[in-house]
T-cell receptor, first 113, second 111 residues
Framework: DTEVTQTPKHLVMGMTNKKSLKCEQH?????MYWYKQKAKKPPELMFV???????INESVPSRFSPECPNSSLLNLHLHALQPEDSALYLC????????????FGSGTRLTVV | KNEVEQSPQNLTAQEGEFITINCSYS?????LHWLQQHPGGGIVSLFM???GKKKHGRLIATINIQEKHSSLHITASHPRDSAVYIC?????????????FGKGTHLIIQP
């Protein structure tokens, strides 16, 4: 298995809802990432997990809460989002360390209404 | 923080043309990545480079570490090559630090 699987592919949620995005990989990668991408912009790093521990939080608002229950699974819990949080949320994985390739998921397109 | 500059931002070419996309960065890196993104979102990794040159099919990527510059070439371009091509770099020193992305080059190949 050489894929990163993200679910759901599309999500519409209200500002008072709680929802979760899921990311899964079975390549044995020990680093997993969440990126946010607005239309016509490059992805922006949100969180990095290395060996199931949160290693980087790029000053992301607390309404986004990451979780890494095991080495294959990464979640992003969403609560009280704003319309400006609407974006494509991309998950990626790599071997831990700086000289390894990345595998990206196809993303979850989130719309906050 | 590394600054990653790509050029051109937009490129329209005719089928069969030789395409070059350039990327420059400001500080030392662990590796440089060329990525492809089609409309609808998913990103595909094309190359990871830390030195020299790599080739895969009609795609060639080169990097000059001293000049902090990389190029992506597409030979015999085809309409299916139409996509956004993104240059991204990992920080020097190792560790899983994520990537810093360029703004991307929107490539359209016309039949």
């Amino acid at each position: 298995d050489t894929e990163v699987t993200q679910t759901p592919k599309h999500l519409v949620m209200g500002m008072t809802n709680k929802k979760s995005l899921k990311c899964e990989q079975h390549m044995g990668h020990r680093a997993m990432y969440w990126y946010k991408q607005k239309a016509k912009k490059p992805p922006e790093l949100m969180f990095v997990y290395s060996y199931e521990k949160l290693s980087i939080n790029e000053s992301v608002p607390s309404r986004f809460s990451p979780e890494c229950p095991n080495s294959s699974l990464l979640n992003l819990h969403l609560h009280a989002l704003q319309p400006e949080d609407s974006a494509l949320y991309l998950c990626a994985s790599s071997q831990a360390g700086g000289n390894y390739g990345y595998t990206f998921g196809s993303g979850t397109r989130l719309t906050v209404v | 923080k590394n600054e990653v500059e790509q050029s051109p931002q937009n490129l329209t070419a005719q089928e069969g043309e030789f395409i070059t996309i350039n990327c420059s960065y400001s500080v030392g890196i662990s590796a440089l990545h060329w990525l492809q993104q089609h409309p609808g979102g998913g990103i595909v990794s094309l190359f990871m480079l830390s030195s020299g040159k790599k080739k895969h099919g009609r795609l060639i990527a080169t990097i000059n570490i001293q000049e902090k510059h990389s190029s992506l070439h597409i030979t015999a371009s085809h309409p299916r090559d139409s996509a956004v091509y993104i240059c991204a770099v990992g920080v020097a020193g190792g560790g899983a630090d994520g990537l810093t992305f360029g703004k991307g080059t929107h490539l359209i190949i016309q039949p």
